[in-house]
């Protein structure tokens, strides 16, 4: 089946500590995604990547860190810097810019 | 960068009738617009979308209008059921997806 894969579901972690969020596509899209979602709110952008080995900042960039070196993985780090890391955190990816996005099932973090 | 303001925040209809979201856009650059579906605990998944190039696109009860003058969007669902009941984002795109802040909308049976 094709599709785009987050895990783990649920993931706990101790303040301070990093943590990284796995994503994996295999629908061979030049671009991912990663965002953030609070509770009753929308969706805000983090970090996107149009091609390997390239990456922009979102709009709320401040506190996380990506890496794309290979084409279907955009793996997302929380690091100790992010103030508020407790949230819901969705990967997407699309085939290139200006086309539909499709979402993974989301990795919920809560740092206690 | 794109501002998308979407309203209302809540809608509470009564099972078989319509439901209008209405969504502002800010950048004229903005050419794609997707509407998204969420239940609780999901991912969203794409239920329709339409280009700056067309003014309305309809899918079964699904619809969508764009006005690119007024910058914007809406979508209409029509003979609601429960199971539409989920939150509903609007986005716009041209180098990145812009989100609104999300419609929940409770189909009551």
């Known amino acids: 089946d094709g599709g785009i894969t987050q895990s783990p579901k649920y993931l706990f972690r101790k303040e301070g500590q990093n943590v990284t969020l796995s994503c994996e596509q295999n629908?061979?899209?030049?671009?991912m995604y990663w965002y953030r979602q609070d509770p009753g709110q929308g969706l805000r952008l983090i970090y996107y990547?149009?091609?390997?080995?390239?990456?922009q900042k979102g709009d709320i960039a401040e506190g996380y860190s990506v890496s794309r070196e290979k084409k279907e993985s955009f793996p997302l780090t929380v690091t100790s810097a992010q103030k508020n890391p407790t949230a819901f955190y969705l990967c997407?990816?699309?085939?290139?810019?200006?086309?539909?996005?499709?979402f993974g099932q989301g990795t919920r973090l809560t740092v206690v | 960068g794109e501002n998308v303001e979407q309203h209302p925040s809540t809608l509470s209809v009564q099972e078989g009738d319509s439901a209008v979201i209405k969504c502002t856009y800010s950048d004229s650059a903005s050419n794609y617009f997707p509407w998204y579906k969420q239940e609780l605990g999901k991912g969203p998944q794409l239920i329709i979308d339409?280009?700056?190039?067309?003014g309305e696109k309809k899918d079964q009860r699904i619809a969508v209008t764009l006005n690119k003058t007024a910058k914007h969007f809406s979508l209409h669902i029509t003979e609601t059921q429960p199971e539409d009941s989920a939150v509903y984002f609007c986005a716009a795109n041209f180098n990145k997806f812009y989100f609104g802040s999300g419609t929940k909308l409770n189909v009551k049976p």
């Open positions: 339409i280009r700056s190039n067309v």
């Open positions: 997407a990816s699309s085939s290139r810019l200006n086309t539909e996005a499709f």
């Open positions: 990547s149009q091609i390997v080995n390239d990456f």
């Open positions: 629908l061979n899209h030049d671009a």
